[in-house]
C-alpha cells in the first residue's frame, strides 16, 4: 500500500502540470484564434520598460491598428507603417522617415517584435515554447488567467513571457522577463474590432510630405 501511495504522489504532479500544460495551449488558441478572426483590430497600449538593477522605468502610451498583415502604431513622436512588406518609421519632431523591409525573424527581441510584427504576439507561443498556467489573477474587477511560457532555446535574452487572458479570450497585458534585469510590458485597452481601413491608412506616401527628409534603408 505504501509503495501505491509513493506511486501516486510522485506521478500526481506530472499530471497535474500536463493538465495544465493542455489547459494551456486551449486558452492560447482560444485568444490567438480570436484576435485573428477580425478583419482589423484597433486598441490603445502601455509600453513599459524596467530595468530593476538601474531601478529605471520609461512609459510610452501609443495606439495599434491592425489589418491582417498591415499595420500602424503612433507612439509619442513617432508613427510606423506597414504594408505587410515595407515598413516606413516617421519622426515627427526631425521631420524624417526611414523606409525598410520587414524582417519577421524568429529571433527578434520583444520590443522589435512588436515594432515590425504586432500580431504576432498572439501567435508567438506556437513556436519554441513550453508554456503552463500560472494562476489567476483579478485587476480592477476583471478576472485574467495568467499563462508562462518559456523559451526551449536558453540563449534567447528573454528567460520567461507572462500573457494576462481575459476571460472573454482577450489579450490585456504580455510581460517579457529580460536576463539583464529588464522588463518589457505591453497593456492593452479599448479594444474595437472590424472597423473598416484604406489600404492606404496603413502606408506612408512620401510624395505627399515634401519637407520630410526620406531615408531608405532597403537594399
Request: charged share 30%; glycine share 4%; proline share 3%.
Amino acid at each position: 500500500m505504501k509503495k501505491i501511495i509513493l506511486l501516486l504522489i510522485a506521478v500526481f504532479p506530472i499530471i497535474v502540470f500536463g493538465q495544465k500544460e493542455k489547459d494551456a495551449e486551449i486558452l492560447l488558441n482560444n485568444a490567438a484564434n480570436k484576435a485573428l478572426s477580425y478583419k482589423t483590430i484597433d486598441t490603445k497600449f502601455e509600453f513599459t520598460v524596467e530595468n530593476i538593477q538601474e531601478k529605471s522605468k520609461e512609459e510610452y502610451k501609443g495606439e495599434l491598428w491592425i489589418k491582417g498583415s498591415r499595420f500602424k502604431i503612433k507612439m509619442p513622436h513617432t508613427i510606423t507603417f506597414c504594408d505587410g512588406k515595407t515598413r516606413w518609421v516617421y519622426l515627427s519632431e526631425s521631420k524624417e522617415v526611414n523606409i525598410s523591409n520587414i524582417n519577421k525573424s524568429d529571433d527578434l527581441d520583444p520590443e522589435d517584435r512588436f515594432l515590425i510584427d504586432p500580431i504576432s504576439i498572439f501567435t508567438v507561443y506556437k513556436k519554441g515554447f513550453k508554456y503552463h498556467i500560472a494562476g489567476t489573477q483579478t485587476i480592477k474587477g476583471e478576472n485574467y488567467t495568467v499563462v508562462s511560457l518559456a523559451p526551449e532555446d536558453i540563449s534567447k535574452p528573454y528567460f520567461k513571457i507572462k500573457i494576462w487572458i481575459s476571460e472573454e479570450n482577450d489579450y490585456f497585458s504580455v510581460k517579457y522577463f529580460q536576463k539583464d534585469g529588464t522588463r518589457i510590458i505591453l497593456q492593452f485597452t479599448d479594444f474595437i474590432f472590424n472597423n473598416k481601413y484604406k489600404d492606404s491608412f496603413f502606408t506612408f506616401d512620401t510624395s505627399k510630405h515634401p519637407n520630410v527628409e526620406v531615408i531608405d534603408m532597403r537594399e
